[in-house]
């Protein structure tokens, strides 16, 4: 039909324009009913029939695992972040050595899945903050990255939750976050170019102004060799 057609193009369009429904992860309220392996199970055979579906033969011994292993990988890894008991604890500590310059980690490795195609995001997450008065482990700066990328996500949400919570962790507005990712719904479909990246910033507290805005960057442009 003509309306189904409009549709399949407003949808379409929609993905392609990269919207963002809010900074929550949009979920519903009975996500979390099921069991990892109620999920799991249900998964499994969705993509059995999507196999099916597309006339894959699943007696093939290559395939006759892969509904399994989606699942699995779907719930267990790159979808983990969904599941708030897996959230990281960011114990804080008191920042005894009184420094008060901004503590930047850049080049944090991210992966995430683009929601609109269920496509990898691979990119760099550079994170900084000001303290004040508390102090967070270095690696706990990697797993509320490595948690918030492991879900359905929009590249510009995934900046804005990162940012909120390590000032809830760390008690300061002073925070900020720069990613730059490749998407493969651009690099391997549609357009398909492969050369273009996407890059968004969230800055918050004394990272909105000028100064300490062009600071932070210099940082990340700083080249790290070892």
């Given at each position: 039909m ?6 399949e193009?407003?949808?379409e369009q929609?993905g392609?324009?990269h919207i963002s ?5 949009p979920?519903?309220k009975d996500?979390f ?8 199970e249900?998964i499994?055979?969705s993509v059995?029939?999507?196999l099916l579906?597309?006339?894959m ?5 290559s ?6 292993r ?12 969904l ?8 114990s804080?500590?008191?920042?005894k050595?009184k420094?008060?310059?901004m503590?930047?980690?850049k080049?944090?490795?991210?992966y995430?899945?683009c ?11 550079h ?7 508390s102090?967070v482990?270095?690696s706990?700066?990697?797993?509320i ?10 590249q ?9 919570e390590l000032?809830e ?8 976050c720069?990613?730059?990712?490749k ?6 479909r549609?357009i398909?170019?492969i050369?273009?990246?996407?890059v968004?910033?969230?800055y918050g507290?004394?990272?909105k102004?000028?100064a ?5 960057l210099?940082?990340?442009n700083m080249?790290?060799k070892?």
């Amino acid at each position: 039909m003509k309306i189904e057609g409009t549709l399949e193009e407003q949808f379409e369009q929609m993905g392609e324009d990269h919207i963002s429904s809010s900074e929550d992860t949009p979920l519903r309220k009975d996500a979390f009913i099921l069991s990892d392996d109620e999920k799991m199970e249900r998964i499994e055979n969705s993509v059995r029939d999507i196999l099916l579906t597309l006339g894959m033969d699943l007696d093939d011994d290559s395939l006759k695992g892969t509904p399994h292993r989606v699942a699995k990988m779907y719930v267990k890894e790159i979808f983990g972040g969904l599941n708030p008991v897996k959230k990281p604890k960011s114990s804080t500590f008191d920042n005894k050595y009184k420094y008060g310059e901004m503590l930047v980690e850049k080049n944090i490795t991210l992966y995430s899945t683009c929601e609109h195609h269920l496509l990898p995001i691979v990119g760099r997450a550079h994170v900084a903050y000001i303290s004040k008065g508390s102090v967070v482990g270095l690696s706990k700066m990697n797993r509320i990255v490595d948690y918030y990328a492991k879900r359905p996500q929009v590249q510009e949400r995934l900046n804005i939750q990162i940012v909120r919570e390590l000032q809830e962790v760390l008690g300061t507005e002073d925070v900020a976050c720069v990613i730059d990712a490749k998407h493969l719904c651009v690099n391997s479909r549609g357009i398909r170019d492969i050369e273009s990246s996407t890059v968004t910033a969230e800055y918050g507290g004394k990272f909105k102004e000028e100064a300490v805005r062009n600071e932070f960057l210099e940082y990340i442009n700083m080249e790290t060799k070892f």
